[in-house]
């Protein structure tokens, strides 16, 4: 009977058991559930061109509201992006970056290629600069652009534009006076200046400077900066650029400024020099030159020439360098000016120029 008993359970025991794995839910693998995901690589950010050309009589210029909201890179976003407002999507050929503060300047490049790639356009030529101070607390950057118009608007520059150097005076109101006296002596009229850059000794005269420069030329965009941190020399110097009132020859130099009215001009970024040594500073202007030549133009060409050492013994050295490089018939006009940095650690002098192209 014991027997019997262990028999039938043994039979009943397997039963059991498909009923109870019949209760089990039913699980379904996806495909490539055991797979590890693919990384995502971002690609990599473009550099900005070395130079940039643009149809003279079509460029417009614009300068970027200060702003104290957020760190460096938000105020980047934000000043591309009122630029790209004010001159109603025209296209950006050239941007000069002047950062103030601790931020990193490298963060105008990068940021720069991802925004412009972003919107599918074409990258500008770019110059990043440090300075001392800005026209507003808080602020760490200013971009001044120069663009094109579309084809299908009437050109803004039918005779072409002016070029003024750097007028240096005690002050900024009395560097804005000698830009007004250079830029009568071209006959440019007070309403066809485009574009004012200053730079103080000392952001605190920058009111005074603006309410000169908005009185002398009422419909130029200004930008006022402090170059140096700190500063013994007590100056300021204003550059700019108008449109010419009158028609003239393709160049012509004057003692403080050129005039242009070429098919176009090509805006380089910025080549920088390292180290303090002649054969050093020279590279600056070779790796410039070699830009030219890529843009069918040269140093022959040059109407606006802009140096920018980190010191009063680099200055020297490149002033006697520019004899070398630039021919003596040519007289461009511009600004050398000491600043407080420049994107590489290791810079100790930077170049740019405009160049026309005559054919």
Avoid: W
Wanted: charge should be neutral.
């Amino acid at each position: 009977m014991r027997g019997s008993f262990t028999f039938l359970l043994a039979l009943l025991l397997p039963i059991c058991a498909v009923g109870q794995e019949s209760k089990q839910p039913h699980v379904v693998k996806k495909k490539n559930q055991d797979k590890e995901p693919v990384n995502q690589t971002l690609p990599l950010l473009k550099d900005p061109p070395g130079a940039v050309s643009a149809e003279t009589s079509r460029l417009v210029f614009h300068v970027s509201p200060l702003s104290d909201k957020g760190l460096l890179s938000q105020q980047i976003r934000d000043a591309l992006k009122a630029l790209m407002q004010a001159s109603h999507n025209a296209t950006i050929v050239k941007l000069r970056a002047f950062v103030a503060g601790t931020g990193d300047m490298r963060r105008v490049q990068s940021i720069v290629s991802e925004v412009f790639t972003e919107k599918k356009l074409a990258l500008p030529a770019l110059s990043t600069i440090q300075v001392g101070a800005l026209d507003l607390e808080g602020a760490q950057v200013v971009l001044e652009s120069a663009s094109t118009q579309d084809k299908d608007k009437k050109p803004v520059n039918p005779n072409g534009l002016a070029f003024f150097s750097g007028q240096r005076a005690a002050d900024g109101p009395a560097a804005v006076d000698r830009l007004d006296a250079e830029a009568k002596m071209a006959r440019a009229a007070p309403e066809d200046m485009l574009r004012v850059t200053c730079f103080l000794s000392s952001i605190d005269e920058s009111k005074a400077a603006r309410a000169a420069a908005a009185k002398a030329f009422p419909a130029a965009v200004a930008n006022f900066v402090q170059a140096l941190r700190l500063s013994s020399d007590r100056s300021a110097v204003c550059e700019a650029v108008a449109r010419r009132s009158q028609p003239g020859g393709a160049v012509e130099f004057s003692a403080g400024s050129v005039l242009v009215n070429t098919p176009k001009l090509v805006f380089s970024g910025i080549q920088m020099a390292f180290l303090d040594q002649e054969a050093d500073l020279r590279l600056a202007f070779e790796r410039l030159g070699k830009v030219m030549d890529a843009s069918g133009v040269g140093y022959k060409d040059v109407v606006f020439l802009n140096v920018y050492p980190l010191s009063r013994g680099i200055e020297q050295k490149m002033t006697a360098l520019e004899s070398q490089f630039i021919p003596a018939e040519i007289h461009p006009a511009g600004v050398t000016e000491l600043v407080e940095g420049l994107p590489s650690l290791d810079a100790t002098v930077a170049v740019e120029v405009v160049a026309a192209v005559r054919n």
